[in-house]
């Protein structure tokens, strides 16, 4: 049975291109960069030369990418990096964060930090008259996510930064799932930091960065060594690095052709949805979305049980978020938005990449469908409605 693959905001497979650029430098270039003989600093101006690819994929400057290990450390970098600056103080956010930024922000509130945890319209929109009126005078930080990874939503980034500008306030957003798949500048934004994750836009894994612009101090949070200008000590992930630089420079040639396959994907499986399953959902903004991301409710049913249904039939989905799965709480997105916890329940979300193609859809055709009605039988709550 072909395996499917509609699991793309969890990870990407990693494009063989980036693979082939990286495996030289787990073999034969596997100096240390910052060993000062020649093999070396050899690596070292590879190093330089990636981190000038990814800076140059948001339009910032070489010395403004931090490299983490991924976007939960380039989260926790931001938010503790300010905080801890700081000291105390008063952090805006929203209640739709991914888990790395609202679990850093709960940790920082029990360490006697005060929080503004704003809410969202039923699209998962943060409005951006709510965080100007939520700022204060000892406001340090607003972290507001760029494209929510449940439901696609895409904030209005540019005027929070122009807002938080207007204050004075360093205002992070966390990019991981926006990066890689729209054009990202955060000079034309306005960001004074950003987040990001290769392993979400076929790159690899244990690999990430955290853009920090000129001027903006923060604490560092891993102390030992001199890489990253003493920012974040550690012998570099080099692989990742080159692999990390190898995926911008190629999602910067084919990323509005990819846009416009994948979209042509996610809309044929939506609307067969929306026009032959009754009693559905389609979540978040029907423009302000990512193009790869299909969320969907199925009345009376569990998500749970619908994803464990289409894994039977080969085809990966997930539940809410992979990275709460295993909770039986519905998504903390999904109870944000206003949907009821009975509805929240039968989340699925499909979630597409460049490596999909027709058939996969068709497949999802064939055996959605089946599954949809074989649960809702099997349901009390779709017996009485
Ligand atoms: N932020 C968002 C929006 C995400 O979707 C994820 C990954 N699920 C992360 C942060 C964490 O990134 P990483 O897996 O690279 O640690």
Same mark, same amino acid.
């Given at each position: 049975?072909?395996?499917?693959?509609?699991? &793309?905001?969890? =990870?990407? @497979?990693?494009?063989?291109?980036?693979?082939?650029?990286?495996?030289?430098?787990?073999?034969?270039?596997?100096? &240390? @960069?910052?060993?000062?003989?020649? #093999?070396?600093?050899?690596?070292?101006?590879?190093?330089?030369?990636?981190?000038?690819?990814?800076?140059?994929?948001?339009?910032?400057?070489?010395?403004?990418? $931090?490299?983490?290990?991924?976007?939960?450390?380039?989260?926790?970098?931001? $938010?503790?990096?300010?905080?801890?600056?700081?000291?105390?103080?008063?952090?805006?956010?929203?209640?739709?964060?991914? !888990?790395?930024?609202?679990?850093?922000?709960?940790? !920082?509130?029990?360490?006697?930090?005060?929080?503004?945890?704003?809410?969202?319209?039923?699209?998962?929109? /943060?409005?951006?008259?709510? /965080?100007?009126?939520?700022?204060?005078?000892?406001?340090?930080?607003?972290?507001?996510?760029?494209?929510?990874?449940?439901?696609?939503?895409?904030?209005?980034? %540019?005027?929070?930064?122009?807002?938080?500008?207007? %204050?004075?306030?360093?205002?992070?957003?966390?990019?991981?799932?926006? /990066?890689?798949?729209?054009?990202?500048?955060?000079?034309?934004?306005? /960001?004074?930091?950003?987040?990001?994750?290769?392993?979400?836009?076929?790159?690899?894994?244990?690999?990430?960065?955290?853009?920090?612009?000129?001027?903006? !101090?923060?604490?560092?949070?891993?102390?030992?060594?001199?890489?990253? %200008?003493?920012?974040?000590?550690?012998?570099?992930?080099?692989?990742?690095?080159?692999?990390?630089?190898?995926?911008?420079?190629?999602?910067?040639?084919?990323?509005?052709?990819?846009?416009?396959?994948?979209? %042509?994907?996610?809309? &044929?499986?939506? &609307?067969?949805?929306?026009?032959?399953?009754?009693?559905?959902?389609?979540?978040?903004? @029907?423009?302000?979305?990512?193009?790869?991301?299909? #969320?969907?409710?199925?009345?009376?049913?569990?998500?749970?049980?619908?994803?464990?249904?289409?894994?039977?039939?080969?085809?990966?989905?997930?539940?809410?978020?992979?990275? =709460?799965?295993?909770?039986?709480?519905?998504?903390?997105?999904?109870?944000?938005?206003?949907?009821?916890?009975?509805?929240?329940?039968?989340?699925?979300?499909?979630?597409?990449?460049?490596?999909?193609?027709?058939?996969?859809?068709?497949?999802?055709?064939?055996?959605?469908?089946?599954?949809?009605?074989?649960?809702?039988?099997?349901?009390?709550?779709?017996?009485?409605?």
């Amino acid at each position: 049975m072909k395996k499917i693959y509609l699991d &793309n905001t969890a =990870t990407t @497979p990693l494009d063989e291109r980036v693979l082939n650029e990286m495996i030289p430098f787990f073999v034969e270039k596997f100096h &240390n @960069p910052s060993s000062i003989y020649l #093999s070396g600093s050899e690596i070292r101006k590879h190093v330089e030369n990636a981190r000038k690819k990814i800076a140059d994929f948001i339009n910032a400057l070489p010395e403004e990418i $931090i490299f983490t290990s991924g976007g939960t450390e380039a989260n926790n970098l931001a $938010i503790k990096g300010i905080a801890f600056k700081k000291g105390k103080g008063h952090i805006i956010t929203s209640k739709i964060e991914h !888990l790395s930024v609202l679990e850093t922000i709960k940790y !920082l509130e029990k360490k006697g930090f005060e929080i503004t945890y704003l809410d969202v319209d039923k699209y998962g929109i /943060v409005d951006p008259n709510d /965080v100007r009126k939520a700022i204060r005078n000892d406001t340090i930080l607003i972290s507001i996510i760029f494209a929510n990874n449940e439901i696609g939503t895409i904030q209005d980034i %540019k005027e929070i930064a122009k807002i938080a500008k207007e %204050k004075g306030v360093p205002f992070h957003t966390d990019g991981v799932m926006m /990066v890689g798949w729209e054009k990202v500048d955060v000079k034309e934004l306005g /960001v004074d930091m950003l987040s990001f994750s290769p392993h979400k836009f076929h790159g690899p894994k244990g690999i990430g960065a955290l853009y920090v612009r000129k001027g903006i !101090l923060i604490e560092n949070l891993i102390h030992g060594g001199l890489q990253e %200008k003493k920012r974040r000590g550690g012998t570099e992930n080099v692989p990742g690095i080159i692999g990390f630089g190898k995926i911008c420079e190629l999602r910067k040639e084919e990323m509005e052709k990819d846009k416009e396959k994948i979209k %042509k994907l996610r809309d &044929n499986l939506e &609307n067969f949805i929306k026009e032959n399953i009754p009693e559905v959902l389609i979540l978040g903004h @029907p423009l302000k979305r990512l193009y790869s991301i299909s #969320s969907v409710c199925f009345k009376y049913i569990e998500g749970e049980s619908i994803l464990l249904n289409l894994d039977f039939e080969g085809i990966c989905v997930s539940s809410g978020s992979a990275c =709460t799965s295993g909770s039986l709480e519905p998504s903390h997105v999904l109870l944000a938005m206003g949907i009821p916890h009975e509805i929240a329940h039968g989340n699925i979300r499909f979630s597409f990449g460049k490596f999909n193609e027709e058939d996969d859809v068709e497949r999802v055709k064939e055996v959605l469908p089946k599954v949809i009605n074989k649960l809702r039988q099997m349901s009390p709550f779709w017996e009485k409605k």
